[in-house]
């Protein structure tokens, strides 16, 4: 079975610039997360898409958002990039709804802004 | 505002030894916690999920329990390993559908 992927590996943006990240599921998951992985700050919540709706969202401005397809695959934008954006980006996903799955992690994409 | 710990923040063991990871949460609204393992620049490995209503779950050489009321879980690592040499996460869903990590203890096992 295969797992969750993430494209790019690796991206590298100007300040200013949009980026946009790619995430697919585990066959079979329907909900989503996204997570920020700085240096030195932790694993910090995005956002949780779930059959399609937005469920949930971090403490992060409005420049970050996303969706989810309709095959349950999901993106990442981040608008209007700032330095301190670099950082790992990690997608989870998980059988639908928050509270009973465990959650699966992709490998990640490396954001670099310039 | 949920908030979570880990302690210690790093520890390193000689190879065969058994430890104890701990984790410590402010709010026992929680649904679950995970814990995960992750090893430099990559993704998280699931490592065992425990339900709210659960006290424990127990994979090969791993055992993690959970004690809502006092905010507490632990890690139990039997017979460790070089290759358990990773950073260890855990996490917990909270009342209002977000997951919160804790920042990590880093182990390393010495052969």
């Known amino acids: 079975e295969a797992g969750v992927t993430q494209s790019p590996t690796h991206l590298i943006k100007t300040r200013g610039q949009q980026a946009t990240l790619r995430c697919s599921p585990i066959?079979?998951?329907?909900?989503v997360y996204w997570y920020q992985q700085a240096l030195g700050l932790g694993l910090q919540f995005l956002l949780w898409?779930?059959?399609?709706?937005?469920?949930n969202r971090g403490n992060f401005p409005p420049r970050f958002s996303g969706r989810q397809f309709p095959n349950y695959s999901s993106e990442l934008n981040v608008n209007a990039l700032e330095l301190e954006d670099s950082a790992l980006y990690l997608c989870?996903?998980?059988?639908?709804?928050?509270?009973?799955?465990?959650?699966?992690f992709g490998p990640g994409t490396r954001l670099t802004v310039t | 505002k949920q908030e979570v710990t880990q302690i210690p923040a790093a520890l390193s063991v000689p190879e065969g030894e058994n430890l104890v990871l701990n984790c410590s949460f402010t709010?026992?609204?929680?649904?679950?916690l995970q814990w995960f393992r992750q090893d430099p620049g990559k993704g998280l490995t699931s490592l065992l999920l425990?339900?709210?209503?659960?006290r424990e779950q127990t994979s090969g050489r791993l055992n993690a329990s959970l004690d809502k009321s006092s905010g507490r879980s632990t890690l139990y690592i039997a017979a460790s390993q070089p290759g358990d040499s990773a950073t260890y996460l855990c996490?917990?869903?909270?009342?209002?559908?977000?997951?919160?990590f804790g920042a990590g203890t880093r182990l390393f096992v010495k052969a």
């Open positions: 989870a996903s998980s059988l639908s709804g928050l509270i009973s799955y465990e959650q699966y």
């Open positions: 898409y779930d059959e399609g709706e937005e469920r």
């Open positions: 066959s079979g998951h329907t909900s």
């Open positions: 425990i339900q709210s209503s659960q």
């Open positions: 709010d026992s609204a929680i649904y679950n």
């Open positions: 996490a917990v869903v909270t009342g209002g559908f977000k997951t919160i």
